[in-house]
Each structure stands twice: as structure tokens, then as C-alpha cells.
């Protein structure tokens, strides 16, 4: 028997996000209710046209969290919904900048919904919270590695506590989904026995594939799309060194979503973290649109790219089956 059933209503926070839109738009499809959140109306009446013209706008409402971090951000929006699925982040830090300023929305926005599930979420029966591939594994890896739920990255957190303003925006980002996870789990721990909800957590990494979310102009892409769209739409990346660089592996953005929909429906995910992942690296995905392009793209060799991250997606196809539907 499914964790939630047709008819039921689903939090999805961020709704206005990447894999958020895609997520709420599995979920009404399947017949469920949502209710999204959005930092400000004017990110709400894009998502609420979509969805209307799709015949939806029925069954999804809309509610404004300004500050996912503030304390009791998300008292009043987990009231009377059966299942939730945290997906809203915080903006990420430029170079620069007080990696607090990123880290800790990240971590209060986490722990604060899971505080106000456990106070006021009497209807809900799981919590789905959308990490990343990046609190997986350590940002070098000298050899072919196969990774699984079992791994974490301790490098990036280190590297931005040793660095302060002076760390990567990319390591922050690392950290954050990080700690921020960590911080889900240690929570769900304490709680387990007083709560009547279990975690699930979905681990994707590069997330490619057709977007549906608003994206008034390429600044405001997110890292994944940002990858794609410099290395193929903007310039020519600078060498065949670039093409043939490891990379994380990839996910299409609809089986990503369609994972947080599984994970509140399959009983086996509660308390399970579980990766989400295609086999391909990312940087094997701009073999097909450098031949479309004109001279200026650098030639690659078969065979000659770098796959040293691999990914055990075991757990995956035990508990979710056929997820993969778009690759």
C-alpha cells in the first residue's frame, strides 16, 4: 500500500524550481493536490498560469515563505498535508562572500521544516528532502570509484571552514548540501519515536533535460543548466582537455522528479537515502551538440574521456524499479 494515495495533498517548497516544477507536475498528473511555496507572488503567477493551462489550477495552491531559515517559516504550510517534499534552497554564494550567508539557510531551512512537521504536520506520513550528489563524494578522485548512499564528502566542508571567504563558491555549494543533509538525518534520528513521519532523501547529480520553470534570462540558471548552457550556447569550450575531464555523472530533470513523486509513494524508501543517477558523465553529453555546431568546438576521440565517477544505483532500481524513462 502506497505511504500516500491519489487525492491526498502534497507540500512541494521551491515549487518554482528546476526539479520542483517537474515534481509538482508529476504529482497532479497522478491525481494528488498540491500546495507549493514560493519566496514572493511574483514567482507564484508563473507557476499558477502553467499549471492552469494544463487544468490544473484546481488542485494547486500557493503559499509565500519569504525566508525558508526564519523559525516557524513553514508552521502554518504543514498543516494538513500527507506527504512534503523539501526541494527550495537558498541563492548561492559568490566568490567573495560569507559562505555563512549560503550554509546557514541551508541547514535552518532543512531542520526548520522537519521542526514544524514534527509540531503541527499530525497528517503527514513522509518527508522527501532533496540533497545532491555533491554531499556524496570528495571533488578529486585519482581512479575509476563506484559511489553509493554510504559515502560523504568531508573535503568541501573542510576546505570551506579552513578558507572562510576565501573558498569556491563551488566547495560552499558542496558543504551546504552537506551539512544540510547531515543536518536532516541527525534530526530524523532524535525524532524518529516521537514523529509520525519517516525520511527519505534524494541524491541526484548533474540534472539536465527540458525545462518548464521560468528563466527570465540565462544569469538566472541554475548550476547544472549554467554547465550546459556555457559549455554548448554561449562559448566553445576552450579545449578538447575540457570535453575529455571527468565530470559528475547526470540525471534527466523528469526522472529526477519522478523520484521525490516515488519516494513518497514506495514504502521501502522510508529512511533511505538513494541516488538517482544515468551511467554517462556530463561532459559525454556535449558530444552530440558539438557536431551540430560550427568550427570552433574542439574534435574528441572515442574512448578517450574520463569516467572515473561511477555510481552504485542498487537501492534505485530496488526500490523505485523503472525510473529511468527519459535516457
Given at each position: ?42 514567482k ?5 498560469d ?8 484546481d ?16 508552521d502554518?504550510v504543514?498543516?494538513?498535508v500527507?506527504?512534503i ?17 549560503t550554509?546557514?539557510p ?8 522537519l ?13 522527501v ?7 556524496v563524494?570528495?571533488p578529486?578522485?585519482e581512479k ?11 573535503v568541501?566542508?573542510?576546505i ?48 539536465y533535460g ?11 540558471l ?51 537515502r538513494i ?9 559525454s ?7 551540430l555546431?560550427?568550427?570552433g ?31
Amino acid at each position: 500500500m502506497p505511504i500516500i494515495s491519489k487525492g491526498e495533498k502534497v507540500l512541494v517548497t521551491g515549487v518554482n524550481g528546476y526539479i520542483a516544477m517537474w515534481t509538482a507536475r508529476i504529482f497532479l498528473e497522478r491525481g494528488y493536490a498540491v500546495r507549493g511555496t514560493v519566496r514572493a507572488d511574483a514567482k507564484a503567477k508563473f507557476v499558477k498560469d502553467y499549471f492552469a493551462s494544463l487544468g490544473y489550477g484546481d488542485r494547486i495552491e500557493f503559499a509565500i515563505i519569504e525566508d525558508i531559515s526564519k523559525s516557524g517559516a513553514f508552521d502554518e504550510v504543514v498543516k494538513d498535508v500527507d506527504g512534503i517534499a523539501h526541494m527550495a534552497s537558498p541563492v548561492h554564494s559568490q566568490t567573495g562572500a560569507d559562505p555563512e550567508e549560503t550554509l546557514q539557510p541551508a541547514i535552518q531551512g532543512t531542520v526548520g521544516i522537519l521542526e514544524s512537521a514534527l509540531k503541527y504536520g499530525k497528517q503527514v506520513k513522509r518527508i522527501v528532502v532533496t540533497s545532491s550528489c555533491a554531499a556524496v563524494l570528495p571533488p578529486v578522485t585519482e581512479k575509476p570509484t563506484v559511489y553509493s548512499e554510504l559515502d560523504w564528502d568531508i573535503v568541501h566542508p573542510e576546505i570551506v571552514k579552513e578558507k572562510g571567504k576565501d573558498a569556491p563558491p563551488l566547495s560552499v555549494y558542496c558543504a551546504s548540501k552537506t551539512l544540510s543533509e547531515r543536518a536532516a538525518w541527525e534530526f530524523h534520528e532524535k525524532h524518529k519515536d516521537s514523529s509520525g513521519w519517516d525520511l527519505c532523501v534524494i541524491t541526484p547529480p548533474f540534472v539536465y533535460g527540458p525545462p518548464i520553470h521560468d528563466i527570465p534570462s540565462p544569469s538566472s540558471l541554475n548550476f547544472s543548466l549554467a554547465f550546459w548552457y556555457n559549455a554548448v550556447l554561449s562559448e566553445p569550450p576552450e579545449s578538447k582537455a575540457f570535453l575529455i575531464a571527468e565530470s559528475n555523472a547526470w540525471a534527466d530533470v523528469r526522472d529526477v522528479a519522478l523520484a521525490h513523486v516515488l519516494a513518497l509513494e514506495k514504502p521501502d524508501a522510508g529512511g533511505e537515502r538513494i541516488i538517482t543517477s544515468a551511467v554517462d558523465e556530463a561532459n559525454s553529453l556535449l558530444d552530440k551538440p558539438r557536431k551540430l555546431t560550427v568550427d570552433g568546438y574542439p574534435e574528441t576521440t572515442k574512448g578517450e574521456k574520463v569516467h572515473n565517477i561511477l555510481y552504485d544505483r542498487t537501492k534505485e532500481r530496488r526500490i523505485f524499479m523503472a525510473v529511468r524513462l527519459h535516457i
